[in-house]
């Protein structure tokens, strides 16, 4: 008879101790993901403006993401330091966080069915900001004045036809300064190309009338559409095109769609984890 208490008593011992050893680990494993949480909020506290986001009051935006992610590390960590009475709505109060910030990496990763005009940051939200015309208006002076596609004619004006084809660009490089391929004109350098059938006759026809030395004129030759867009002067090349736009969208698109992945992968880490961890506490609790 004593033995059996004994050997009953040996196994509530054992089984107490793994349950012990699994809560540790999980302890251990939020520690970690937490310091990727607040490694990304501090991330988005302290990068630069990118690609005149500014315009789109994006960066305040990403600083209230940045402050929030960094709420969840502390909520996170104060979740397993919670005494044994406050187990319940520690994870009630942590479960619920984490549902907010599923819910927001999908909508800012277009993922939400419920994805909203008014939620900034989604592709939605980007697409009626870059498509609006007074926006548009500052934001290709802003890149402009960033002298990407300066940049651009710089580096490359070594490179032939066929090496600039070539050439990995980017969204904006590929749309706002040079013409879209379809268009087929000829290369001169990374901004200054001359329309299919134009010859050296048209340019200095063009030249003469002074419309042409910055290739202005060469619109004539399409009638419609980005190729119509392009122009050759400095201060204009796609900027208007359509191409430029979606390289633009583009481009903060992806921005924000990676954060959201981000957001939505952390989100789902931290339930699973807190959620095994609780079950395996109240387990040991019911078993004291």
Not at 39 to 52: F, N, V
Not at 92 to 121: N, T, W
Not at 199 to 213: L, N
């Amino acid at each position: 008879m004593g033995e059996n208490l004994e050997s009953q008593s040996g196994g509530a011992g054992s089984s107490s101790d793994k349950i012990s050893g699994a809560i540790m680990c999980l302890t251990v494993l939020s520690y970690l993901v937490s310091v990727l949480v607040v490694a990304t909020g501090i991330w988005l506290l302290c990068m630069k403006d990118y690609e005149c986001e500014d315009l789109l009051r994006l960066p305040r935006i990403r600083i209230l993401i940045g402050i929030a992610m960094l709420a969840v590390f502390v909520a996170s960590n104060a979740v397993v330091h919670s005494k044994n009475r406050m187990i319940i709505p520690a994870y009630l109060g942590i479960m619920a966080l984490m549902i907010l910030m599923f819910i927001l990496g999908l909508v800012l990763a277009g993922k939400y069915p419920m994805e909203s005009r008014g939620v900034p940051g989604t592709p939605l939200w980007l697409k009626t900001r870059v498509s609006d015309n007074r926006n548009w208006a500052n934001i290709r002076l802003c890149i402009n004045d960033a002298g990407l596609c300066s940049d651009l004619a710089i580096t490359t004006a070594t490179l032939n036809s066929y090496q600039f084809s070539i050439k990995k660009l980017s969204p904006i490089e590929s749309g706002c300064c040079r013409p879209p391929t379809s268009c087929g004109m000829q290369y001169i350098n990374a901004t200054y190309w001359l329309a299919p059938n134009q010859t050296a006759d048209d340019i200095g026809s063009d030249v003469g009338s002074g419309s042409s030395s910055t290739g202005v004129g060469i619109n004539k030759w399409f009638p419609e559409g980005d190729c119509h867009e392009w122009s050759n002067k400095c201060t204009q090349l796609c900027y208007d095109c359509l191409s430029c736009k979606a390289g633009y969208l583009g481009t903060l698109q992806r921005r924000w769609w990676h954060l959201g992945n981000i957001l939505i992968s952390t989100a789902a880490l931290l339930s699973l984890i807190h959620s095994i961890r609780f079950v395996l506490v109240m387990m040991q609790l019911r078993g004291t």
